[in-house]
């Protein structure tokens, strides 16, 4: 049984800095491509960041671009994602995903999801 574990949230000041650990179970890790994704209340989820299944390319999305770092250790099964000068904005529940070969920015493409944490950032 696949399982995506997140932890790593909590509440922040704006300009703080947070990372987010998801750790993978029951799956050949290193075959998935993997990302976050968010939702904020009343929004629909949306793409955050992708990583490669080697963790050699990694893709963000426009507004987390230059502040988040997504990486992986495929040798501990797990992906991160660093967030540094968040802001109110990226208060959100944040999801681990998995995807069974290539990379993707959609929603719909990946396979496993974990069951979110919860950033909330006070401006």
């Known amino acids: 049984q696949v399982q995506l574990v997140e932890s790593g949230g909590g509440l922040v000041q704006a300009g703080d800095s947070l990372r987010l650990s998801c750790a993978a179970s029951?799956?050949?890790?290193?075959?998935?491509?993997l990302g976050w994704f968010r939702q904020a209340p009343g929004k629909e989820r949306e793409f955050v960041a992708a990583?490669?299944?080697?963790?050699?390319?990694?893709y963000y999305a426009n507004s987390v671009k230059g502040r988040f770092t997504i990486s992986r250790d495929n040798a501990k099964n797990t992906m991160y994602l660093q967030m540094n000068s968040l802001n109110a904005e990226d208060t959100a529940v944040y999801y681990c995903?998995?995807?069974?070969?290539?990379?993707?920015?959609?929603?719909?493409?990946?396979?496993?999801w974990g069951q979110g944490t919860q950033v909330t950032v006070s401006s």
């Open positions: 029951g799956l050949t890790f290193s075959s998935y491509a």
């Open positions: 990583i490669r299944r080697s963790g050699g390319s990694t």
């Open positions: 995903a998995a995807k069974y070969g290539l990379y993707s920015g959609s929603t719909y493409s990946y396979d496993h």
